[in-house]
Nanobody
Framework: QVQVAESGGGLGQFGGSLRLSCAAS????????MGWYRQEPGKQRELVAT???????TYANSVKGRFTIPRDKANNIVYLQMNILKPDDTAVYYC?????????????WGQGTQVTVSS
């Protein structure tokens, strides 16, 4: 079994910063990709930032230059450093891990963490 757990989030101020953390644990053989998505009420879940294969990092246009996705590869942890927050960043943020376990590959999602940015 594999678990993906987010932490952080909460209330942020316009122009401020917040940091989310996500840890993947369990029967993981290879973890080529982790990342963050977000979802506002009534809208589709959208990509925020992901990394793949240690080299490819993708950011949504709306967060480029403001968010980064540092990682602790040895411990299967990924962060979302959110700077220059805007009210439009208010959403539930989900962590996702692309996991190669013993005999299968699967995407695992965290439970989500609320981020609210006040104007």
């Amino acid at each position: 079994q594999v678990q993906v757990a987010e932490s952080g989030g909460g209330l942020g101020q316009f122009g401020g910063s917040l940091r989310l953390s996500c840890a993947a644990s369990g029967s993981i053989r290879i973890l080529p990709s982790m990342g963050w998505y977000r979802q506002e009420p009534g809208k589709q879940r959208e990509l925020v930032a992901t990394f793949r294969d240690d080299a490819v990092i993708t950011y949504a246009n709306s967060v480029k230059g403001r968010f980064t996705i540092p990682r602790d590869k040895a411990n299967n942890i990924v962060y979302l450093q959110m700077n220059i927050l805007k009210p439009d960043d208010t959403a539930v943020y989900y962590c996702v891990a692309d996991v190669y376990a013993l005999g299968y590959r699967r995407m695992y999602w965290g439970q989500g963490t609320q981020v609210t940015v006040s104007s």
